[in-house]
């Protein structure tokens, strides 16, 4: 038998991002584990409305997705302890801009995507952002060959049911092909 | 110097979950990693629209999400390379229903979901299907107090890059406190 928790939210571990957005002309960051992939190149940032970062994203229909390593994990709590509102962010990380000049990215994470917001959706508690991905930036030391390498990346997965930041552990199987003998088996 | 990789999604790893909706009476489940986080008790499905799940989810306007261990990755694999269109997967796993009645759930499975679809976005490849979560279930056995443990779920995360399954590694931080020492040194 199974225990019935209620209507609890369990999609951890979860992928650790900081969200960048330009508030008052100044760059403010936000690390976000409520994400998502919504189509190809499309993903979606689930911020409560409570937050700096979101003014930002509402003004100037742009922001940032940013891949923080396990080494940057003082510096991406950091960003979740203080609000925009009152502590500028501005001098955390080195900023850069891409091709949509609004879009403040950090230089020292791995992984930047610059997007376009497409969507707001009004939900109960937060505002959920659908961004187009417009461009991506990888430092090269984070691949291998043509593919990023997240092994080498290192990112940061958020647990809400212990509230920690675990590592990406090992590979254990390739997709598309763990299950190719129990299909052929059944066939 | 960063590279541009054009307008890549990179957001991995993300949680790999068995998706389940009734089709013609019969339970269909497919692996998906396209998911998110929405609001508290809200989360997020990305299906390409080609998917035979898509009709049971439209239909009953209910489905489930199940967090397969790692232990059931050949199942969870072969769920993916199968259509249901051709292909019966309703004798795969045990399968029970909860309050909704038309969202078939994986009693082997450590954690499952029963959603009600709340909104379908078309996306260009991909149906968005938003589900408010109903009732979540979890084994006793996967539970350290009244939380669900994760390092005992053991669950299958997909990174894209080499489409691979990953465990979650170690913890190496709290949230909302590794960032502590350096917020006092900053005010």
Same mark, same amino acid.
């Given at each position: 038998?199974?225990e019935? !928790? =209620?209507? &609890?939210?369990?999609m951890?571990? #979860?992928?650790?991002v900081?969200?960048?957005s330009? /508030?008052? $002309?100044?760059?403010n960051?936000?690390?976000?584990?409520?994400?998502?992939i919504?189509?190809s190149?499309t993903?979606?940032?689930?911020?409560?409305?409570?937050?700096?970062?979101? !003014? =930002?994203? &509402?003004?100037?229909?742009?922001? #940032?997705v940013?891949?923080?390593?396990?080494?940057? /994990?003082? $510096?991406t709590?950091?960003?979740?302890?203080?609000?925009?509102?009152?502590?500028d962010?501005?001098?955390?990380?080195k900023?850069?801009?891409?091709?949509?000049?609004?879009?403040?990215?950090?230089?020292?994470?791995?992984?930047?995507?610059?997007?376009?917001?497409l969507?707001?959706?009004?939900m109960?508690?937060?505002?959920?952002?659908l961004?187009?991905?417009?461009?991506?930036y990888?430092?090269?030391?984070?691949?291998?060959?043509?593919?990023?390498?997240?092994t080498?990346?290192?990112?940061?997965l958020f647990?809400?049911w212990?509230?920690g930041?675990y590592q990406?552990?090992?590979?254990?199987?390739?997709?598309?092909?763990?299950g190719?003998?129990?299909?052929?088996k059944?066939?």
């Open positions: 038998m199974k019935k !928790l =209620g209507p &609890k939210l369990a951890y571990p #979860s992928l650790t900081l969200a960048g330009l /508030v008052d $002309k100044k760059p960051f936000l690390p976000i584990a409520h994400v998502g919504a189509d190149s993903l979606t940032l689930s911020l409560n409305r409570i937050h700096y970062t979101n !003014l =930002g994203i &509402k003004h100037n229909k742009t922001f #940032s940013n891949i923080p390593s396990e080494a940057m /994990v003082q $510096k709590d950091y960003c979740g302890l203080v609000s925009g509102k009152r502590t962010k501005s001098d955390i990380f900023v850069f801009y891409g091709e949509l000049e609004t879009a403040p990215m950090i230089e020292e994470c791995p992984i930047n995507m610059e997007c376009k917001l969507l707001t959706l009004d109960p508690d937060h505002e959920l952002f961004g187009k991905v417009v461009q991506t990888v430092a090269k030391e984070y691949m291998t060959g043509k593919a990023v390498d997240m080498k990346v290192r990112p940061l647990n809400l212990d509230r930041y990406m552990g090992t590979k254990i199987a390739d997709a598309w092909s763990a190719k003998e129990l299909k052929e059944k066939t």
